[in-house]
């Protein structure tokens, strides 16, 4: 059974780095093939991809964002990371973690969300 | 990159047809397979996948729904729509890098 869960700080204050952990069980990132990908929804708007890693610990990058954001995973393929610099309030939303078919680039699963909200 | 473009919202009556569109701005076909992909969240909920590839029912997806197109033209159907189904349906593209469309908003008349 292929479960995700992230985890995030809550809240944070304008101009910090939000560090946000995705833990997963059911696959292994050291699997071929396998992708992890960060993905976040602020309240009533549409989704923005904004990271992925794979097995082989390349990473690819939102081009708008790719100057403030780092993809990272654990020594034990079970854990990615994402490092958000100079926050502001408009990344204030739902971030995502979800696992990527590794042939067509397609989620199909997700975890359930954890909530950021930027604020000073 | 990559825009896809969505209507925002369509009303639908219990049990008859319901077709979102998702236009792209260039063509998300590669090697015969079209790399578009469709959602379902509901409020509150994670979103979903349907299906992947344009055409292909995820698993546990009751064959109520389906998709087609290829290009840069793709529609999501649900036929016969049932109250459960309310909810906002995204394409998404991974021919390059990865994108989301806007979202459809799908209510009940």
């Known amino acids: 059974q292929v479960t995700l869960k992230e985890s995030g700080p809550g809240m944070l204050q304008p101009s910090k780095t939000l560090s946000l952990t995705c833990s997963f069980s059911?696959?292994?990132?050291?699997?071929?093939?396998?992708?992890v990908s960060w993905i976040r929804q602020p309240s009533g708007k549409s989704l923005e991809w904004l990271a992925a890693?794979?097995?082989?610990?390349?990473?690819y990058y939102n081009p708008s964002l790719k100057s403030r954001l780092t993809v990272s995973k654990d020594t034990s393929n079970t854990q990615v990371f994402l490092k958000i610099t100079s926050v502001d309030t408009a990344d204030t939303a739902t971030y995502y973690c979800?696992?990527?078919?590794?042939?067509?680039?397609?989620?199909?699963?997700w975890g359930q969300g954890v909530m950021v909200t930027v604020s000073s | 990159d990559i825009v896809l473009t969505q209507s925002p919202a369509l009303a639908v009556s219990l049990g008859q047809r319901a077709t979102i569109s998702c236009k792209t701005n260039q063509n998300v076909d590669y090697y015969g397979n079209s790399y578009m992909h469709w959602y379902q969240q509901k409020p509150g909920q994670q979103p979903k996948l349907l299906i992947y590839l344009a055409s292909n029912l995820a698993s546990g997806i009751p064959a109520r729904f389906s998709g087609r197109g290829s290009g840069t033209d793709f529609t999501l159907t649900i036929d016969p729509v049932e109250a459960d189904d309310t909810a906002t349906y995204y394409c998404q593209q991974s021919r390059n890098l990865w994108t989301f469309g806007g979202g459809t908003k799908l209510e009940l008349k």
């Open positions: 979800a696992r990527t078919d590794g042939t067509y680039y397609y989620f199909d699963y």
């Open positions: 059911g696959f292994s990132l050291s699997t071929s093939g396998m992708v």
């Open positions: 890693i794979d097995w082989d610990g390349d990473k």
